[in-house]
């Protein structure tokens, strides 16, 4: 019994991939017959059925390789105009594209004889209860070099031995019509001499008659004949024989890599076993599933997108120096004393952060010069060493010595906040986080960019399937919100006035939007409840727009910069708020569909159905990129979310759901008592993210507690032991700041 596979899509189009070098795509979809987009390097496929065996599946993804990389749009129309029947066209050419991506790739040869060795079992090619010694010569040379020339019991006679090294020699295009022009003069004298009968089929998509085309310099280059013997008269190289010639090809329209044509002589002979295989091939495609749809990352104008940290600061000014900053949550004194109060607390916040980022500062810079020492090493420098000549008759080590240091990498940091609604009773704990990171990263010089996402700042106009009013797509992008803005919070460019100025704004910002959240249905307080520019409102959630926008945004920091190690944080307490579809105006709307993303970068494609859209983002940004992407999911209930870690923690049921099993709950539920956070890592859990963490908000909070009043007697050691713990408490609770200073230490 033949073991089957389970076809991997995504691992198939990997392989083909490998096996295009210059990074074709390939797409997997409803169709009848395999093509190749010249132009856009786009390699079509058909959906096979799931039950085809590994090395049948591979066979035919290189077959199709094979002719996307070699065989030119031109070939069946000169074919044509030349009266060659379309199915000796195919069976000539097969030969030559799977022997030159046999060559490039030796490792494929066991590939083309176990996959072919299983169709022809399988009666692929019709030969089955007949003697293949009794077809056509143009069947007995198909079945051959098909078989690879393994157990074929194909006979030739002295004669036809002649069009088998013709076969083996083949090399270019011009190779291949005049092979099958002198094996179309011969079968059609076999069939004539033998009287065998042939049924022809057309296809129903018919080659359409095109003018014929010039022959380029090039061509008529390698367009010598071939020798009496079958072998080339310029007796080429074999390792040089894949030119400029057998690549180019015409990119104005995609090809077919079947056999589809007419033909006009319907006398002339035709190969049957071609014929078979083709009708064949039809009967492996997968009707019943659902059709897949590519989609590709679409495109942002950073400057209609990002709203700087300038016109931030401009936008904050002009609201609170007007006459207009009251609404029905405070009048204009009581603003006036709200952002007084405001800034007194940001004040006294930045104040106690800096003494203990300053310690954080020190710390760090001793542990990685502790740590570039580690590694040091020494060489000499040439120039003699006075201190050392007294012992150069016993020691020939008598010169100066020079430390070398490894040069350290360089850094880079972008962090996406979450500003949708939801964030409200965590959004200040997370800003105090934030300003301390952003504090440390300017005093270490590490370049850094901090956005918030959010689609509020046009009165909050959600996303819609149409988009046709505010974003231009291209043909097969992703649909973005229409609404969706990054608003810089805080940059390494920027001054130490704007820094603190912007970091004021966040800071009174966040306040306003915590407390006016939690205290609504109590006397109004003007510090709770003070006025705020309303397009700075909270928000839904597009952090798949935002992911979508890093993967320009991220490369430009890092060839901005220099950046070595990229480190990007994101700080959210939910998913985003839609799938990913793809922009065809052209095509009715399906969910009846399989999405996939195209990152057009690295050729990679990712499964984006439903909730699965953002981690295809994730994985494709860090392919890209190379950058370290950590999570911090910020959660506000006391109770765990058993829902992400049984994402996380579990494994697969019966049913394909994840779910963990009562001990591995049970630890997770212990952790979360102690500690208040839970994480997850990528490789060891199931998360795409390199780091997750899933933590409590209230383990945000800051904490700067005094040092315990010691006993009246108390020794140093008591002493010691409360001021360690105190400066543990505090620093413990800098939970940001320490997971950047391991990730860059």
Sequence with gaps: MKQKYTINQESKSYLANLLATEN??????KTATASFDVKNRVLTIPIWKKDLSEPVTDLFVSHEVGHALYTPMSLLTKAHKLKINHSIVNVVEDARIEKLIKRRYNGLRQSFIRGYRELIADNFFGTQGKDINEYLLIDRLNIHFKSSHVSSNVKFTDEEMKYVKMMENLETVQDVIKVSKLLQEYCNQEKEETGREQQIEFDKHELEEVAPEEMTDEEKESAEPLNTDGTMKDDQDETSSIKETDTKQDDTDPISTGASGKTDDLN?????????????????????????????????KDDEIIVDYKKVIKDFKKFYSSNNSTSYYSTIDETKTAIAASRLEYNKFKKRSLKTVMYLVKEFEQ????????????DKTGVLDPLKLHSYKYADDIFKRLTILPDGKNHGLMLLLDWSGSMHDKVLETTEQLVQLTMFCRKINVPYEVYAFTNAMNGGRRYNSDNSDTVKYKLGDTRVDEEYKLIQWSSSTMNNKDFDTNLYNLYTLANTMANRSYRRNEDYNCYEF???????????????DALIHFHTLVPQFQNKYSIDKMNTILLTDGGSDRGCNRYDPTLPFSRNKTTYIV????????????????????????????TKIVNFYIQSRRALDMWQHNETHGTKNSAGYRQMSSKTEALIKKQWRQDRVIVAERGKHNTVYDEQYTINSNSLKISDEAMATPSENAKTGELKRLFSKSRNSSLQSRVLLNRFIKLVA
Excluded: C
Excluded at 275 to 284: A, C, F, P, V
Excluded at 534 to 541: F, R
Excluded at 599 to 626: C, H, M, P, V, W
């Design 599 to 626: 990152n057009k970068k690295t050729r990679r494609q990712y499964n984006a159905n439903s909730r699965n859209f953002t981690n295809a983002l994730i994985e494709s940004l860090r392919d890209q990129t190379g």
């Design 24 to 29: 074709l795509e390939v797409q997997y979809m």
């Design 268 to 300: 002339q002979a035709i190969s049957e076993t071609d014929r078979d295989w083709e009708s064949q091939k039809q009967n492996l495609i997968d009707k019943d599933t659902p059709d897949n749809e590519y989609a590709y990352l679409h495109t942002f």
């Design 530 to 544: 003070m006025s705020y520019p309303q397009e700075y409102s909270m928000s839904s959630t597009p952090l798949n």
């Design 367 to 378: 542990k990685k010069s502790a740590a570039l020492y580690a590694r040091a090493s020494s």
